[in-house]
């Protein structure tokens, strides 16, 4: 059964880095749709960047220039590099595997004033 397992998450200040994982232990995600998704409590869960197989990405317009998505098909593994971070970016992470329609559990990004 496919499963995402993320990870990275954590505290960082105002203009900080974090780096963000996932892990897909079902399916090779160089043939895959990867996505990552944020979502703040009470909240929508938004689009944030997306990869697909040919390595073609997109991005929304609140983190374009700042976030690079990425893949690693020997670690099966999709990344999120957050670069200049904002007090707006704090939300919980989740990514999704959008051929198969599964998400993770999510990691916690919290970003301090």
């Known amino acids: 059964q496919a499963q995402l397992v993320e990870s990275g998450g954590g505290l960082v200040q105002t203009g900080g880095s974090l780096r963000l994982s996932c892990v897909d232990s079902?399916?090779?995600?160089?043939?895959?749709?990867m996505a990552w998704y944020r979502q703040a409590p009470g909240s929508h869960r938004d689009f944030v960047a997306s990869?697909?197989?040919?390595?073609?990405?997109r991005y929304a317009d609140s983190v374009k220039g700042r976030f690079t998505i990425s893949r690693d098909n020997a670690k099966n593994t999709v990344y999120l590099q957050m670069n200049s971070l904002k007090p707006e970016d704090t939300n919980i992470y989740y990514c999704?595997?959008?051929?198969?329609?599964?998400w993770g559990q999510g990691t916690q990004v919290t970003v301090s004033s």
């Open positions: 999704r595997n959008l051929d198969l329609l599964i």
């Open positions: 079902g399916s090779r995600i160089s043939t895959q749709y």
């Open positions: 990869i697909a197989p040919d390595g073609s990405t």
